[in-house]
């Protein structure tokens, strides 16, 4: 049995675009629907529609045994499990212990950018140079994986997987007429069409997998939050219980939910914050931070308690103006009043603004209120 790997691009390629309502609600119409048409080529260079149902629980189920009998096979065969592998390319030259620990500095460097992308929320220059990075510390990584990936095409592991994933396609393809392709094992063993499989393969495995990007953007979409917010009420959403939800099913229910973790939070963020992934992702971090140390939690706010109630902000111009839009009328008026005073005064005292005047005036209330009713107890 032939089993190199082949690697093609993804179906839903709109990286850098915008998708509009009419095409949100195309890929959600497909993603609820759960087949994947596929159109594939032929080794006479014809197209050949297909259909690829979701698997049913007895099929999943039988392919993890194929798998897990396919890699005892493959150990007796020789072949080696992937750690071995690596350890052999390491020894052959092919690999380095100095490419893994570029992995996990890759790694460790991407969280670290994506914790830190939130600082510059308001400055929007530093935030795409800042954001530009990230994608280039992406991209290197995902390089490195691949190759290292590329290593690991003859190792047990590998052949389990094409054989449990050619095990499905097997099952799970249908002709136009709602008929397998192949009626029996015979028929599929018997098959002459290599081409025809690897390419189904692809194109369940991999190409219909919709980008985590535009599951994200569905799952914050009206369209899609309609459909979320029935569900929720009637306790139905997609065929079947959720082992038999599809890939895309499972990712956009699953990011459904975090969405609505995040707008019920009790430190909500932004809609800005919530548009932007790479944003949003800054703030996961940071709110796990919070989660995972308490007395932090406890110093700052503690600080907050004991100073004004003021926070100031790093930005530019066009990111000073979203700072101002952030605060409330009454905080505006504020904001005016000392803009008017120092346009008057070249220097001015912080207690000499007229909103720390209006603010002392209102503790020296407080104070005599209070001295007023300590005496009336005495």
């Not at 007395?295 to 503690?302: G, L, N, P, R």
């Not at 004004?308 to 930005?315: D, G, P, Y």
């Not at 111009?317 to 005016?336: C, F, H, L, T, W």
Request: charged content about 30%.
């Amino acid at each position: 049995m032939a089993w190199d790997r082949q690697y093609h691009c993804n179906l839903w390629d709109w990286e850098g675009t915008t998708m509009d309502a009419a095409e949100k609600e195309r890929i959600i119409a497909q993603i609820i629907c759960g087949d994947i048409s596929a159109t594939i080529i032929t080794k006479d260079n014809k197209p050949l529609s297909l259909l690829l149902r979701p698997p049913t629980a007895r099929e999943q189920a039988k392919a993890a045994a194929v798998y897990s009998v396919e890699y005892q096979r493959a150990i007796i065969k020789g072949l080696l499990d992937e750690n071995d592998t690596i350890s052999d390319m390491i020894s052959f030259g092919k690999w380095s212990d100095k490419k893994e620990k570029e992995i996990e500095g890759l790694q460790k460097d991407i969280h670290n950018i994506r914790r830190g992308i939130l600082d510059f929320l308001f400055n929007k220059t530093k935030l795409e140079k800042i954001r530009a990075l990230l994608r280039r510390a992406e991209s290197a990584l995902f390089e490195r994986l691949a190759e290292r990936h590329h290593l690991l095409d003859k190792s047990a592991e590998t052949y389990a997987l094409i054989c449990q994933q050619r095990y499905l396609i097997s099952r799970i393809t249908q002709k136009e007429n709602d008929r397998l392709l192949w009626a029996t094992k015979e028929d599929f063993e018997n098959f002459d069409d290599i081409g025809i499989i690897i390419q189904l393969c692809e194109f369940f495995f991999m190409r219909s997998h919709v980008p985590n990007k535009v599951i994200r953007e569905l799952a914050r979409s009206q369209q899609w939050r309609v459909y979320w917010e029935i569900a929720k009420n009637t306790n139905y959403l997609f065929d079947g219980p959720v082992s038999l939800w599809t890939w895309n099913q499972r990712e956009l229910a699953y990011w459904s939910t975090i969405y609505d973790s995040v707008y019920e939070a009790y430190e909500r963020p932004s809609k800005d914050i919530i548009a932007d992934d790479d944003l949003l992702d800054s703030w996961f971090i940071r709110q796990g931070e919070k989660g995972d140390n308490k007395t932090q939690i406890d110093t700052t706010a503690q600080s907050r308690k004991n100073g004004r109630n003021e926070e100031f902000i790093m930005a530019d111009k066009e990111g000073a103006k979203q700072v101002y839009n952030m605060n409330d009328p009454g905080s505006r008026a504020k904001i005016k009043a000392r803009q008017k005073l120092l346009q008057k005064h070249d220097t001015i005292r912080e207690q000499d603004m007229p909103d720390s005047q209006q603010e002392m005036r209102t503790q020296l209330a407080g104070m005599r209120r209070k001295h007023v009713k300590d005496i009336s107890h005495r």
